[in-house]
């Protein structure tokens, strides 16, 4: 005995075991609740979740156990009487019809190929003695539920389950139990996918088994026969395949990886993007990440529209990728502009040609509107009032702003911040914007996604709650048909949407950004190869998927939206000054506006640049008797003070005429000097009278084209046709424009110094 022992030994010495590395193979990347996103095949090309006792299905152990091995708790290795049933198979049949092996024998035929001849079932009882010496009975059972074939590059249970049945081995049925627990024997003539009458043949088997021996029940086993086999085509899990690919990068050698996405959420939004971008040009792709404001969790992550597809660029995450933002950073330049104490909600802005510097913005639909207040130029996302106020942010301040609450812009090599930021001339992540973006949802603060639960929130404070408590409520009444979009029925019913849209310049980028109670979520939609696509732009098809995307989205109760912080009130304040309508002369209170203030700051209304003491504001004047104004060093009879509240100038052509009466400039009082209140004075437009009628030339095809001056002016003359910039001349120098379309039309010149003129004319129909 003693010998036999020390031969054992030697023997295990000299042939150790070769036992698999436990964190060897393949790498797969779970969603919160454990369910594959995707696999990794290891350097074999083999697919392998980790599986063990405590993960797998009792219903699946039962089966296996039963099946292969009853006595697999028993026996040391080596079933002796299995082993001769076995032998006397092979000596009766010349060769060997019934291996007679137990689990612990396969486990070790699996780890080390061992020839299926007379001497390599030896060396398998060998080595199945060896094993039961070194492991434990549950160490011996997990090595063949991680290593058992499955067919194709399928090994062990779990990535069977997986691949074949599309769910967790612990949440096997009865007749998957049994059809997984019998695969092993012969994986290829098994394979459900391709033999379902073999593999149906065989698991009924296992299943009559079960019920001869007592382990199920005849009911059970009858009821489990009833099931079909139904096996998907053999592939591993491919969702989420960005973020899976970008975590495998950053955490080499991890080969379970735990995200924060949400499986379920993650199928559903990427088969609606999916059916969305049906319907978009080819070659579009589209990014999405929903991220949950209270943990700042990714539930969904979309780096593509299609990652098998090189049409689409597949291959590119488009949520880390820098792309310019169009409009989307204007909430965060009003909400700072309100920390600052420049503006209100509702402070009065100018959307009017405008030059700043020698840069000129247009609006997307080259349309201007004339005077507007700030909550209606941050939802229809005006661009001139934005590049005005950011103006007097300062474009530097503004960018370092961002960057402190973790919005990093790019620019290119050697720039300095200008104007142009506020309008997309930087660029931007989309998973940086989602960040920012839930400073809207928590008071303020910033928090970059996280992705795995890892990841260390890092909060960062970009508004304060007040600024930010107000900027997500003018985007959360932002109109649904805003810039036109078709949203009719597309429209969240279920929980109030704060969004925003943005289009880059070129329509290379369409954005959509919204922030509900519990979610914020960010949609990108282009091409990631950065050509343009044209009239595809934020509101007409980004924001129709992200209303979509917020409607599948589920609620967790009562609204969480954090309350109105104290240094907010409802203030109604007066056009065109700005101050408090209760402290507000009536007379010099035009029009009024329930405003959001922040601390109680009421600012006037911006300054006008450059237009000297006839600026808008409160101007105070001495007019004589007959209300006629006196200049420095003139008097007259019945002299007295007159205030005016100014509208801005370059607002004027907007103005009702009441309006513009109550604030205009008295004349000066006859022998009076000129004084530089004349600087702003009207020019009038020569080529058409104010009222005329117009018909094209009969049989002609071309457009009626009319040429024009603009008497008086000096400088720059900007003309618009029915609010649409048209072009723009110098001093009195003459235009031509196009009446394309019959029906009225307003025509209006306009200075840089706000002097102006407009006439009405109609075209008539053919």
Known sequence: MVFLLLGALLLDRLFPLHLPPPDGGSTVVLSRDGTPLRAFADSDGVWRYPASVDTVSPLYLKALLGYEDRWFYRHPGVNP???????????????????????TMQVARIIDP???????????????????????????????????????????????????LGKPAKNLSRAEAALLAVLPQAPSRLRPDRHPEAAR?????????????????????RDARIEPVVARSLRAPLSAALLAERLHREQPGERRITTSIDANLQRAAEDRVSGYLARLPQHTSAALLVVDNASHEARVYLGTS??????????IDMVQAPRSPGSTLKPFLYGLALDDGLITSESLLVDAPQDFGGYRPGNFDEAFSGPVGVAEALQRSLNVPAVDVLDRVG?????????????????????????????????????????????????????????????????????????????????????????????????????????????????RDAWAVGVTDQFTIGVWIGRPDGTPSPGQYGAITALPLLFQIADMLPSRGPATRFAQPASVRSVEICWPLGGAQAATDPALCRQHRSAWVLDDALPPTFAERDLGAWSAGLVTLRVDAQGRRLSATCHG?????????????????????????????PPLAPGCPADSLD??????????????????????????????????????????????????????????LALEQPGAHTITALTARGAWSSLRVSVAAR
Request: net charge positive.
């Open 81 to 103: 009487y299995a082993l001769a049933r076995g032998m006397a198979g092979g000596l009766l049949h010349g060769r060997i019809v019934s291996g007679g092996s137990t689990l």
């Open 114 to 164: 061992i020839p299926h001849t007379v001497g390599g079932k030896a060396i398998q009882i060998l080595r199945a003695l060896q094993l039961e010496a070194h492991l434990s009975k549950r160490q011996i059972l997990d090595l063949y539920l991680n290593h058992a074939p499955f067919g194709g590059p399928i090994e062990g249970v779990e990535a069977a389950s997986w691949a074949y």
């Open 201 to 221: 043949a065989a698991r009924d088997k296992v299943l009559s088994r079960l019920r001869d021996e007592g382990i199920w029940t005849a009911k059970q086993v």
């Open 306 to 315: 299609d990652f098998a597809d090189p049409d689409r660029h597949g291959y």
């Open 395 to 507: 474009p530097n301040r503004f960018v370092a702003r961002l960057a402190a609450g973790g919005l990093d812009l790019g620019l290119p090599a050697g720039a300095q911040p200008n104007l142009s930021i506020i309008l997309g001339g930087a660029s931007t992540r989309l998973e940086d914007l989602v960040g920012a973006y839930t400073a809207l949802a928590n008071r303020g603060i910033a928090v970059a996604p996280r992705y795995t639960p890892q990841q260390v929130a890092q909060p960062r404070r970009l508004l304060s709650p007040g600024a930010a408590w107000i900027i997500r409520d003018v985007l959360a009444h932002n109109p649904a048909d805003v810039e036109g979009a078709p949203l009719e029925g597309a429209v969240n019913r279920h929980a109030a949407v704060a969004w925003k849209t943005g289009t880059s310049y070129g329509y």
């Open 637 to 665: 009879a019945g002299e007295h003070a007159l205030q005016l509240a100014r509208w801005p100038a370059l607002a004027t052509p907007w103005l009702s005429q009441d309006d513009r009466a109550a604030a205009a400039l």
């Open 679 to 736: 600087n702003a004075s009207a020019i009038r437009i020569a080529g058409l009278t104010d009222g005329a009628r117009l018909r094209r030339a009969p049989n002609s095809s071309q457009p009626l084209r009319v040429t024009l001056k603009a008497l008086g002016a000096t400088g720059t003359v900007q003309w618009l046709l029915d609010g649409r910039l048209q072009g723009t001349t110098e001093d009195a120098h003459s235009i031509a």
